[in-house]
């Protein structure tokens, strides 16, 4: 079985971020960009499930700016098999939106045939969490997102996802989409003999028109701003005035 | 000329980084202020470093290294020199190059089980008497038969408590040359254990917490002429090719502890408010972290330089004294300063401040003193001309 593992280069989480002057969006000039955190679970789910006998073969694939081949290489510094880039932007300031996202991973899937595709369940840049379920419907295909916990049993998909009244177990049929969540596993380190590596694995590069998708936005963003500053404490005397405080005032116990 | 990193060079800064931050950071207070290293601690980050691929990655791809030229490995090398210096020494270990220059047997012997992280390697030069004038040393060896016997002592020998065995330099001869009489050295491998080799607890230093040295003696020690590496009296000569690296590795890292040491003043200056502003507004403050920067940047260059040089075979001796001399002495000014712009804060151990003070100062001890780099420096400036 071929497993599909799309990852979005972002902003790196541990980068101070910063509005644009304009208001446009965040200012990504110049700073770290790493793989999507969600997807690199995914990533390592993927060659966990190859590590296992289960998969065959791992493809991981990015849609954006050239420079996303900087992430496709860590993906097969962990241990992927093969990636294709999509260069769909010289801007870096450019997000590609859910449905193109989507559209264009439907055209890799009918040309590459995967049994899995597993997929972040969100891009931490956005917040969309869109793309996976989109992906689904454009396929005609089962989904499962928020997963937790993933096993393979024949045609069909065990997964455990994380729902806001606990974890539920459902069973999908393959082929399949999962979208994965942060407890899913831990990723492994790329090591430095797999990264002097990766060099020598496939990356094909194609453009949107190879599939026949107009990625143009259709979304416009009307404002950005920071979030507000974290307001000054207050002090309290006793266990039973932030208890009271808690209740009354906060509303949370 | 080409001064950016490339697509794996970034990755593998990258990867070391992640690994330095979430493997050997969180342990470093303990290590700090216990100055003790135990075992189960290093053996269980060494099992994560061998799984990252992390492990004696200084090490060539067919013996089981990342095979990285040399400015990758000094990247690499970079990143772990952020940390705690037992930590990065002893749980991602490089094993030395100059156990690359053991016969096949000799490998199998002391350098795979070193790769493997079954046991750790240290080399043992100086002695009470012989520091920077390693060829005026007094520790002997004398031929008897198929065997050679070792008489002398070394002192400040890193490592040697969890060493399995240590390379040895002893004096086997004297020849004359232009600058007076000194000694042929021969290199040999001498197991823990061996009859007549005893290693006694060295000296507690400045730098460094949590790493020990320890003191060798010989008495009568007997080893098989199979122990030698390399030539008979060719000991300096294998030292100086395969060890001459080394000058670059300390620099490099000693960029990464004082680019941390840097990172932390600048934040700093921008956070904290004196006399109702940030003190990165005070020129007193902001021309400090200017002259850092700057100090910094020449001395990775001076060492980006001569890695680059050292692939292209056309580094020379200054070359690598040189970046080894600025990197030391660029991470004093710059750790020194880094506690100045914080204050009373920067010399407590909450921060890593007060710990990449102290252990800069063996850096322009070890590896060549400053004044021996400004010698080989000088040197190469005035041969030429007779001086
Ligand atoms: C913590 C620590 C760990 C060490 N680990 C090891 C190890 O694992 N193995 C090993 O073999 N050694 C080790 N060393 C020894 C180290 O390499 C020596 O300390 C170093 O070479 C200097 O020798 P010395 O201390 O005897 O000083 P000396 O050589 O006695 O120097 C004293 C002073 O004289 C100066 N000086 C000497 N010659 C000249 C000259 N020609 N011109 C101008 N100035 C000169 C020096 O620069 C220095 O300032 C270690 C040292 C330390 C401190
Ligand atoms: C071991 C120790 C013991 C101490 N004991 C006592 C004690 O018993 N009692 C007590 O009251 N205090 C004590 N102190 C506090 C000490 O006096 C302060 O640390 C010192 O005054 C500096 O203040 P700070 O640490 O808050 O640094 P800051 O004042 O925050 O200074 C940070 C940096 O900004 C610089 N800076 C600040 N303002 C300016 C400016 N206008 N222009 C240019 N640069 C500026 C400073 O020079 C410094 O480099 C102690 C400190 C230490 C470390």
Redesign the pocket.
Known sequence: MKVLVPVKRVIDYNVKVRVKADGSGVDLANVKMSMNPFDEIAVEEAIRLKEKGVATEVVVVSIGVKQAQETLRTALAMGADRAILIEATADVHTDIEPLAVAKLLAGVIKEEAPGLVLAGKQAIDNDMNATGQMLSALLGWSQATFVSELAIDGDKAVVTREVDGGLQTISVKMPTIVTVDLRLNEPRYASLPNIMKAKAKPLAIKTPADYGVDVAPRLTVVKTTEPAGRKAGVKVASVEELIAKLKDEAGVI | MHFGLTEEQQMIVDATRAFVENELFPHELAVERSGHLPLELIKEIQKKAIAAGLYAANMPAEVGGAGLDTLSWLLYEKELGRANYALHWTCVARPSNILLAGNAEQREQYLMPCIRGETWDCLAMTEPGAGSDLRGMKASARQDGDDWVLNGTKHFISHVDLAGFAICFMATGEEDTPRGPKKKITAFFVDKGTKGFTVRDGYRNVSHRGYTNGILEFDDCRLNKRQILGEVHKGFEVANSWLGATRLQVASTCLGRAERALGHAIS??AE?K??GQQ?GK????SFKLADMAMELKAAELLTREAAWKYDQGTVTEADMSMAKLKATEVLAMVADEAI?????????DELPLERIWRDARVERIWEGTSEIQRHIISRELLRPYGA
């Not at chain 2, 005070?282 to 403050?285: L, N």
């Open positions: 700093y200056a904290r004196q006399f003190i005070f020129q007193g403050i100045q712009i914080h204050g009373g804060m920067g010399l407590m």
